[in-house]
């Protein structure tokens, strides 16, 4: 079955396709209302009503995921039903379900406006959601601007704060500037598809068909450059990743959980579906079929130097946050040689295994990524006063569970075996090594080493180091508790018996429009 040119349906059912996003949506809207008109002593219920509307759609994706047959195409095929969108809709529900147990006692001790946190968690939740699912690219630029106005806002929560005023401020600036690259880029895309009787496209499976008739084939390798540039500022790609150190680090840490785990899996997830699936390899002019060899190599170039820059000044790195911002730009660069091994298949089989390991090394990321700032939020305390990596000096016997549960997320980060992390970059590298891109895979196999540095630095502090200051443990509240079990098991299962959620991400996806012609 084609992916794209599925039979179109009827309208009431299109409503059902996008019942995920209508639901978040819905309970965005409700914590809206109830934060205006409750009490101001039972305004916790925000909280409650977010988390019951993320269950709820991650309950209602299922559903989709068992009753139907896909792929489907609705609202004029611009929204689209297969393994890929739903796959990626669970990790997007799984990283605000544990950002909302982060941030309840948070806004809370902040003294915050939590309704306004939930209610802008649960629209960014939405635009990931809507990134994920549109097969056109007006489509995904919507989802975008949603997920990204919601997180500009997000970033700077803490108003009377400094830094996080500066963290939002660079990230709205920055993210605005590559927006207009990926709208300008679309623009550029849409020209360079139009044929004779029929204008330019913006949808992905027309775009994919009429590359081998392109008239202008240079405005259309412009246009995939700038949406290239577009996506890569939201995966935190080298040198895209400009932003990412600044506004990792005077976020809120609750909000960076989320920012370093949901939308860069919604980057990748459009990423994938519009590279991979709107620019195949065709036998076509020149410089049509340019388009693909141009664009594979182009990520293989960006994997190497993010993976390598991530790791290096990570090294170098002082403050924890900081720390993980770099580590995320690595991971980024890990997860983009399944993408390359993606781009590079001929096989439609390959191609998808490609794409599920992807899918499966961003699930782990989330996972141990949130566990390891969940822990870091309850050592930093009320407003990030404690992140630097002398204020881990000596407390691994002071708060074992709290380094413990660090530990085991570092190591997972690093890639030790038994753990989430392991599998994940298992996936990925044979992913690579299936398509022969045996250098990156190397590459990146000596960046893992390199990693193993800063990750086991920050273990080593808190074990062998002693104590200069006071040191009090801070509370575990019980919401914290539920993630950082959540996520300790996410850690442990993906690691040791990842079978059953591998086949269940495993993506069928049949597409016509991916030819094999070489």
């Not at 499966?360 to 305390?381: E, K």
Request: hydrophobic share 55%.
């Amino acid at each position: 079955m084609n992916l794209f040119l599925a039979q179109s349906v009827m309208p009431d059912v299109s409503w059902t396709l996008i019942g995920p996003e209508l639901i978040v949506c819905a309970a965005a809207v409700i914590v809206m209302l109830v934060d205006a008109f409750a009490k101001r002593g039972q305004r916790w219920i925000t909280g409650g009503i977010s988390l019951a509307g993320v269950v709820g759609a991650a309950a209602y994706a299922i559903w989709l995921w068992t009753s139907w047959r896909g792929p489907l195409t609705a609202f004029r095929r611009m929204i689209v039903l297969d393994e890929l969108r739903l796959g990626f809709t669970l990790v997007f529900l799984l990283v605000t379900f544990l950002t909302l147990l982060l941030s309840t006692v948070w806004a809370e001790t902040e003294r915050l406006p939590a309704g306004e946190f939930h209610s802008l968690l649960l629209f960014a939740t939405v635009g990931m959601m809507l990134m994920a699912s549109g097969a056109d690219l007006v489509i995904i630029f919507l989802g975008l601007e949603i997920l990204s106005i919601a997180t500009y806002v997000l970033a700077g929560f803490r108003r009377t704060d400094v830094r996080s005023n500066e963290s939002s401020l660079k990230y709205f600036i920055l993210g605005s500037f590559s927006s207009a690259f990926l709208l300008y880029g679309i623009a550029l895309t849409y020209g360079a598809t139009a044929i004779p009787g029929a204008p330019g496209t913006t949808n992905i499976a027309d775009i994919a068909s009429r590359l081998g008739q392109a008239r202008y084939p240079g405005l259309l390798l412009a246009g995939a450059a700038m949406m290239l540039v577009g996506f890569g500022f939201k995966i935190a790609t080298a040198p895209f990743h400009v932003w990412t150190p600044d506004v990792y680090e005077g976020a809120p840490t609750p909000v960076t959980a989320f920012m370093a785990a949901g939308p860069k899996a919604a980057g990748f997830a459009s990423f994938l579906r519009v590279f991979v699936f709107g620019f195949p390899f065709v036998v076509a002019t020149a410089g049509a079929a340019n388009v693909h060899n141009v664009w594979v190599s182009s990520l293989a170039v960006l994997a190497v130097l993010t993976m390598t820059l991530g790791n290096v000044v990570a090294i170098v790195q002082n403050n924890v946050k900081r720390l993980l911002a770099y580590s995320s730009i690595a991971h980024a660069g890990y997860a983009l040689v399944g993408f390359v091994a993606a781009g590079a298949a001929s096989d439609p089989s390959q191609r998808n295994d490609a794409i599920t390991a992807v899918m499966f090394y961003l699930l782990t990321y989330a996972v141990m990524n949130i566990g390891a700032f969940a822990v870091v939020q309850l050592i930093a305390r009320s407003g990030d006063r404690r992140t630097s990596v002398e204020d881990y000096n000596g407390i691994g016997f002071e708060s074992p569970v709290l380094a413990f549960s660090l530990t085991l997320f570092l190591l997972s980060l690093l890639g030790m075996p038994l753990t989430a992390g392991f599998m994940g970059k298992i996936m990925v590298f044979g992913a690579g090594v299936n398509q022969k891109l045996y250098l990156l895979v190397v590459i990146g196999v000596l960046n893992t080493a390199v990693s193993a540095y800063y990750y086991l630095r920050l273990v080593i502090v808190m074990f062998f180091r002693e104590r200069t200051t006071s040191w009090v443990a801070p509370p575990v509240p019980a919401s914290i508790t539920v993630a950082l079990i959540i996520s300790i098991i996410g850690v442990l299962y993906l690691g040791i018996f990842p079978g059953r959620i591998i086949n269940a991400l495993q993506t069928r996806i049949e597409s016509q429009l991916y030819t094999t012609l070489r």
